[in-house]
């Protein structure tokens, strides 16, 4: 059962709310109702990017609990505390403009073989990003910034279920009705999130 | 100092900095307020009060009437973003803009207002040569409302609202004026006379 958190904003609504993404997702979670009551029969947890970091804080314990029943949590965005397992975090200053400036583009591929690439081209992940991660050993990295450093990881070591962390923040810009990449990006990543879970897509580095 | 600022600007990160609100134009002016606090503020020591961004609307559904006691004793309340949630008086949801070219996006200014007082609207249209950053739908006025700001088809992009309640309502359906205090451009001007404004209102 896969559940979304919703932080308020007009964007998280608009984006867990367009039909053919709420389709995907069997439960809508407000997030200062969940930091109360927690996370009802969810196993798989989105987290949004640019929630209420108190309040997401709150809810962290809840999400320790999914995480060691097996569970898995998708985290979008920036995540400047290491509030849950293996978490560490390094802000870069995000370029808007590169391809205005004809600079590289922010992200690169790191695991072309992965299941992602079924349902996502490189192009659909790239807009820009606020920052990068350092992954525990034995994390799977799919995509980096230029420099190789992690951009979106799969991490099956630091607890007993799947943390999916990645810096890019699809949901603000396409429910901001911003950046068509986004869309895309939505289009693919939750249609393979349903497999994944459910077992059905390809898993690479999980033996 | 807690209280002592004319306008309580409504937050969802406060430990992060805010740039545009760190600006020696406005900073004096403003206080930012962890949204959740809303219910403890005494809203009557403030001037104006301000959503904007990604402020949570579904809080604001819900402490709606604290909204509507504060216009009611004469507030002002800015609103920069799309309204997903019916919590402000007067305010329709957002309508999304149907893009066909960069053209659209153009932003007129068609009411004399302090806040646009020598602003281009060449610089609310474009940042860098690219269009779209102002506004990219509307929140539909209610009948009486001045329009301020209107896209190239006639949208009301920014309105001000002085009849549905006893207070005073400016709406943006972009991200919100106060983010115009930093840049080059005449852009910049908005947010310390949109702050300034507010400040000196005096109330009916």
């Known amino acids: 059962m896969i559940g979304a958190l919703y932080g308020g904003s007009a964007a998280h609504h608009r984006a867990l709310h367009e039909p053919k993404y709420r389709r995907l997702l069997d439960d809508i979670l407000y997030l200062p109702d969940a930091a109360n009551a927690g996370l009802g029969e969810c196993t798989t ?5 640019r929630l209420h970091r108190g309040l997401l804080h709150r809810t962290a314990p809840a999400i320790r609990t999914l995480l060691d029943g097996g569970g898995t949590v998708v985290l979008f965005g920036e995540q400047p505390t290491a509030w849950l397992p293996g978490l560490r975090w390094t802000h870069r200053p995000t370029n808007w403009w590169w391809w205005l400036d004809g600079g590289p583009a922010p992200v690169a591929v790191a695991a072309p073989d992965h299941s992602l690439f079924d349902r996502l081209t490189l192009a659909d992940m790239t807009w820009h990003i606020h920052g990068v991660f350092d992954p525990p050993p034995g994390a799977e990295v799919v995509l980096t910034a230029q420099d190789g450093s992690a951009v979106l990881y799969l991490d099956y070591v630091s607890t007993p279920g799947t943390l999916i962390v990645t810096s890019l923040d699809p949901l603000s810009h396409f ?3 911003f ?12 249609p393979w999130l349903r497999g994944f879970t459910s077992g ?8 | 100092m807690r209280g002592t600022a004319a306008v309580a600007v409504l937050d969802m990160d406060l430990r992060s900095p805010y740039e545009p609100l760190e600006h020696p134009s406005v900073r004096d002016l403003v206080e930012r307020v962890d949204c959740y606090d809303l219910p403890a503020l005494d809203l009557g020591r ?3 009060l301000a959503a904007e961004g990604m402020i949570d609307q579904e809080f604001l559904y819900r402490h709606r009437q604290l909204v509507a006691g504060y216009l009611d004793r004469g507030g002002t309340v800015v609103f920069g973003g799309h309204l997903s949630r019916p919590w402000l008086p007067g305010a329709g949801m957002f309508v999304p803009k149907v893009i066909t070219s960069f053209g659209d996006y153009g932003v007129r200014i068609v009411s004399d207002h302090p806040i646009f007082a020598g602003v281009n609207a060449h610089d609310l249209t474009y940042r860098r040569g690219v269009a779209g950053f102002f506004a990219r739908g509307h929140n539909p006025p ?3 409302a001045v329009v301020l700001a209107e896209l190239a088809g006639g949208e009301p992009v920014v309105y001000l609202d002085e009849h549905t309640t006893a207070g005073v309502i400016l709406v943006h359906s972009g991200y919100g004026l106060l983010g115009y205090s930093t840049g080059e451009t005449t852009a910049a001007r908005i947010a310390p006379q949109l702050i300034a404004w507010v400040s000196q209102r005096v109330r009916a």
């Open chain 1, 45 to 49: 947890l989105i987290v949004p990017e």
């Open chain 1, 175 to 177: 429910g901001s009705y």
């Open chain 1, 179 to 190: 950046m068509p990449a986004t869309e895309r990006f939505l289009d693919g990543f939750l």
């Open chain 1, 200 to 207: 059905t897509a390809r898993v690479v580095g999980k033996a």
């Open chain 2, 46 to 48: 403030y001037r104006g």
């Open chain 2, 142 to 144: 209610p009948a009486g």
